[in-house]
């Protein structure tokens, strides 16, 4: 992906606000990194993986807001350069202000070759307007190879030269910048461009150095289908617009790079709604109109239930179930009319249904006539609770087996059972108890084993859960 334009961050705005109210925005540096693109700028408190502070800003202020420009560190390693970020200092500390990422595109920045080694600098242009109506721009980032500076400073240093040798003493001051304000204004107050040439140069320049000049100037009202305008795009490809950018008002007499980057802007917003819509065929819902659509939905589904239909908890007693299978037998009564478990559905307890256990797997030995507690378990939430438990002694056919609940402080029962021993082998033994037994988060409930075969008998296995019910 391509830079897609500095995307103003919710600390750049809440930063921007504050600005507003206290006439000031301090832009502390330009950080680069090389993360990979996040799924939200707007949400970006930092760079993913920032590398590099640049410190040494110079702030030039344009007619939209100002130009940062830095120059990227000499450092002693090579690094992609794929994220981009501005900080500013604010009365809650530094904030990220606006964030951008070119994903795939990043540059490779060379600084361990010396003859590859790359200089370069930056320039970021934000535009910054009043509160209710604020937009940032998309970064004109430029990449200033310091050779090829040179160079045009040297064609540029010729041209000079060449100009030198002109004498244009007799226009303006005299001065190069004076014979431009004064052919400006001499073809501001003339309707022939011509006549305002021939004024102010005179004889200086020559007749096919004027109809030069004159066949490349435009007219008010020419066709300007082959002028083109250089401006900060912050359009997108189809499916690349990840999400709405605010877009400042188009002024009249704005300039025509600032226009188009607006429009441009909108452009990929208009694709990112496009994006959102989707591709799916709805020409046959509600005339195949988005409106439409989301009319005809509403009215279907306004017509399946409403507040006399709706079964809630004051009217469940009176519901009736309609509901059979395909021979016409009733089916159970706890479903509805689509097969949905009643209570699961219209009466959902996200803390009902939730059980704590615990088992015995290490044989435990239980003395003659002796309760023993084998197994505890801890309810985590207060409620009332119901109580399953068993045992499982080993082989033994005299006496009886008894497994018995308690309470926290074991001495009250929640219920027990007992049995006499299995003649066939060994006796397994299962308690329930249910009722209005209201346990404490943080209580425990016991699970004790007796029996009375004459001698030391062992356990072999046991279990123990409770299970919520409200």
């Known amino acids: 992906m ?22 000031r925005l301090c832009f502390k540096a330009i950080v680069i990194g090389d993360g990979n ?11 993913v993986h920032p590398l590099y502070e640049l410190t040494d800003l110079k702030v030039d202020m344009t007619d939209e807001g100002c130009a940062l420009t830095a120059d990227f560190p000499a450092v002693d390693a090579d690094y992609y350069f794929r994220e981009i970020g501005v900080i500013v200092a604010t009365e809650d500390g530094d904030k990220l202000y606006v964030y951008d990422n070119c994903g795939d595109d990043a540059q490779y920045i060379v600084s361990t070759t010396g003859a590859e080694r790359t200089q370069k600098r930056i320039r970021l242009y ?19 190879d310091y050779d090829e500076y040179e160079k045009d400073i040297e064609e540029l240093n010729q041209k000079i030269d060449v100009l030198g040798t002109n004498d244009i003493s007799g226009i303006g001051d005299g001065s190069v910048t004076g014979a431009l304000t004064a052919l400006k204004e001499s073809t501001s107050n003339n309707e022939d461009a011509l006549i305002a040439l021939e004024q102010v140069m005179g004889t200086k320049a020559g007749q096919a150095e004027t109809e030069s000049a004159l066949a490349r100037k435009l007219d008010k009202t020419g066709d300007a289908k082959d002028t083109t305008v250089t401006f900060a795009s912050a359009d997108v490809a189809d499916g690349g617009a990840g999400a709405w950018t605010s877009v400042g008002k188009l002024s009249t007499g704005e300039k025509l790079g600032s226009a188009f980057n607006k429009v441009s802007m909108m452009f990929k917003n208009i694709r990112y709604l496009y994006k959102m819509l989707g591709t799916t065929n709805i020409s046959a819902i509600g005339g195949g109109t988005v409106t439409g659509a989301i009319s005809k939905l509403n009215t279907d589904l306004g017509g399946k239930q409403n507040a006399a239909t709706a ?34 559905t219209y009466l ?14 290490t044989a435990k030995s239980i003395p003659n006539d002796v309760e023993i507690e084998i197994l505890t378990v801890t309810a985590a939430v207060t409620g009332i609770y119901m109580i399953l438990g068993q045992v499982n002694f080993v082989s033994n056919k005299t006496g009886l087996r008894y497994i018995l609940f308690k309470n926290n402080a074991a001495d009250g029962s929640f219920g027990g059972v007992q049995v006499g021993a299995s003649q066939s082998g060994k ?21 004790y084993a007796k029996q009375n075969s004459g001698a030391a008998l062992n356990v072999s296995t046991a279990y123990m859960s409770l299970v919520r019910l409200k």
Not at 10 to 16: H, I, P, T
Not at 37 to 47: A, D, I, R, V, Y
């Open 37 to 47: 693109p996040p799924g939200n700028f707007g949400t970006q408190k930092s760079l």
């Open 427 to 447: 006796t397994q033994v299962q308690a329930f108890g249910v009722g209005a037994y209201a346990i404490g988060a943080g209580e425990k409930v016991r699970l």
């Open 348 to 361: 959902p307890k996200s803390d009902t249904g939730v059980y704590y256990g615990a088992s015995l797997t």
């Open 126 to 144: 934000l535009t910054i307007s009043d509160v209710a109506d604020v937009a940032v721009s998309a970064p004109a980032i430029l990449y200033v």
């Open 2 to 23: 391509a830079w897609t334009g500095l995307t103003l961050t919710v600390d750049g705005r809440n930063a921007l606000n504050q600005a507003q109210m206290n006439n």
């Open 311 to 344: 079964i809630n908890t004051s009217n469940i007693g009176s519901q009736r179930v309609n509901y059979a299978t395909s021979s016409g037998t009733a089916t159970k009564a706890t479903q509805d009319g689509n097969g949905r478990n009643i209570v699961n």
